[in-house]
């Protein structure tokens, strides 16, 4: 018997994700899996790629999820903090959701309404010294899917002193899957298809969670929702504070980074190498003509931006390797 993982929220994208990359982890046990109005689905019904998983999906509430050494909550925004209060202290818990990622209440409050749950640890382990925190909590609050595309790009340059945090510009894509599996006519394949969208234009969520991890103090973010299932791709720009090369830079802060991948000059990220994996690829370069700092990013929203980094650190919380049952790989083509 391996260590006991329940998913709450397991119908969903993230939470088909993280059924997947659990069943292949060699540590850990799933015992439980909840949906709301799927419960009493059998999983493979849900997740047809997770054909041979004999599980049932539960009603989410904290007695089916407490008898789990660990609890993923792959809930919607606002609905985890109420769940995570009825789950016994012993528990670890590891939020997926929004709920507990911001420090400051009034920040919550302007792009998520309603009251401030409060804050856990933030869990991506290559900010400076957050891989021993997430190591020491039984709360963590999992980044944003752009959240850590952005600041996986830009937070080594603000923290180096190579870039301004002042005026900071980002223009990224996502594809589909980033927006739930709720029926939705916008994300209807008729309306996808040979389409790419902005949304939430100057007001998304992420904002305030990508001016913390950073450090920066002025953001413009214009997310644009892409014609793919899966993956983001960020162009971050910023004004050069110095003469460091953005690259070099780097290069230098994920040197010995298992899932953050540098490329080499000339090679620049796109989303499908990653898919599948828990890697985010980034690549640097100055503008010629504006000077600015340009940095592009690419992840799996599914796998580094959500139930992957999930995965890595349920592995620090619970003493394991942090890259035990996680690709650094993508699957092409």
């Known amino acids: 018997m391996g260590i006991r993982i329940a998913v709450a929220g397991a119908s969903g994208y993230a939470g088909g994700e993280l059924l997947r990359l659990i069943a292949g982890?060699?540590?850990?046990?799933?015992?439980a899996a909840t949906a709301h109005t799927q419960a009493g689905t059998p999983v493979a019904a849900v997740h047809p790629q997770l054909a041979g998983l004999d599980l049932t999906l539960g009603a989410t509430d904290a007695a089916t999820l407490s008898d789990a050494d660990l609890v993923f909550l792959a809930l919607p925004h606002g609905q985890s903090a109420a769940l995570a209060a009825q789950l016994p202290a012993g528990v670890k818990i590891v939020d997926l959701g929004a709920d507990f990622r911001l420090l400051d209440a009034a920040a919550w409050s302007r792009y998520y309404g309603g009251t401030h749950?409060?804050?856990?640890?933030?869990?991506?382990?290559?900010?400076?010294?957050?891989?021993?925190?997430?190591?020491?909590?039984?709360?963590?609050?999992?980044?944003?899917?752009?959240?850590?595309?952005?600041?996986?790009?830009l937070a080594p340059l603000i923290a180096a002193g190579a870039a301004r945090p002042d005026d900071v510009v980002v223009v990224a894509s996502s594809g589909t899957s980033g927006a739930g599996r709720s029926a939705k006519v916008n994300l209807l394949g008729s309306e996808v298809m040979g389409d790419l969208t902005p949304y939430k234009v100057g007001a998304h969520q992420h904002v305030p969670?990508?001016?913390?991890?950073?450090?920066?103090?002025?953001?413009?973010?214009?997310?644009?929702?892409?014609?793919?299932?899966?993956?983001?791709?960020?162009?971050?720009?910023?004004?050069p504070a110095g003469s460091a090369d953005p690259h070099d830079v780097l290069a230098a802060a994920y040197a010995d980074e298992p899932f953050v991948h540098v490329l080499p000059a000339g090679m620049w990220p796109h989303t499908g190498a990653t898919t599948g994996s828990n890697s985010c690829h980034l690549q640097?370069?100055?503008?010629?003509?504006?000077?600015?700092?340009?940095?592009?990013?690419?992840?799996?929203?599914?796998?580094k931006g959500a139930a992957g980094q999930a995965v890595q650190c349920a592995n620090l919380m619970l003493g394991l390797p942090e890259t035990l049952g996680l690709s650094a790989f993508g699957v092409a083509p």
């Open 117 to 153: 749950a409060g804050t856990w640890t933030y869990g991506l382990p290559e900010l400076p010294g957050q891989r021993e925190l997430i190591a020491a909590s039984d709360r963590v609050a999992n980044t944003g899917c752009y959240a850590a595309t952005i600041t996986l790009a």
């Open 25 to 31: 982890h060699p540590e850990l046990d799933l015992v």
């Open 284 to 303: 640097a370069t100055v503008d010629l003509d504006s000077g600015r700092i340009i940095v592009v990013g690419a992840l799996d929203n599914l796998g």
């Open 209 to 239: 969670e990508i001016k913390q991890a950073t450090g920066a103090s002025s953001l413009s973010f214009t997310p644009v929702l892409a014609p793919m299932p899966r993956g983001i791709l960020a162009t971050v720009t910023a004004v």
